[in-house]
């Protein structure tokens, strides 16, 4: 497992049970208690490969920050879901955002209990990812720089108009 910072901002109970009641749900135990000892937080550099991921679709993704009860704005569990609630399924928990922007979700409902999906936001769509929070924290590894040593750039293209504005600076 990667190591995450915790939020500097502690874990509110008080929170955490109006939020329980917001939602009517219990939710998973693993991610609960995640909750209760980091409150959101940051994950080291990392990577996240979907298994049987389409081609076509996201393959690969990277955790930005964990949402917490209580916190920052832009990191809080309750605010988030506030704002994705039109867009994502019902009884689909926004938990995380990616380094893209996406938005990393749990899901709460009675048949996929438990299981870990992505909302990517340009298509408007839920992607699965994994059965648990559980299984997603065993899978998610540190994400180490390539190697490039040996690799030659041959060419490069670079849009005229976009040149011009950095000249101009």
């Known amino acids: 497992m990667i190591t995450i910072h915790p939020n ?4 509110d109970r008080l929170k955490f049970d109006s939020f329980k009641k917001m939602i009517d749900s219990e939710l998973e135990h ?5 909750l209760m000892e980091f409150n959101g937080g940051e994950p080291t550099f ?16 990277s955790v930005r920050n ?5 916190i920052q704005k832009d990191d809080d ?17 926004p938990i995380a955002r990616t380094e893209g922007g996406n938005i990393l979700c ?3 409902t009675e048949n996929d209990y438990a299981q870990i999906v992505l909302f990517d936001h340009e298509l408007e769509e839920v992607i699965f990812v994994c059965n ?5 924290l065993n899978d998610l590894q540190p994400y180490e720089n390539i190697n490039l040593e040996g690799y030659t750039v041959k060419k490069v293209w ?8 950095l000249n101009q600076e």
């Open 132 to 136: 648990t929070f559980e299984e997603f």
């Open 66 to 70: 964990f949402f917490g009860i209580g």
């Open 77 to 93: 569990l309750l605010i988030q879901l506030e704002v994705f609630k039109e867009r994502l399924p019902k009884d689909v928990i």
């Open 30 to 34: 693993t991610y609960e208690k995640f």
């Open 158 to 165: 670079i849009d005229p108009d976009f040149l011009k504005s």
């Open 8 to 11: 500097v901002i502690c874990f």
């Open 106 to 108: 749990i899901n709460l």
């Open 46 to 61: 990392n990577i996240f490969t979907i298994k049987n991921a389409e081609k076509n679709g996201i393959q690969q993704f």
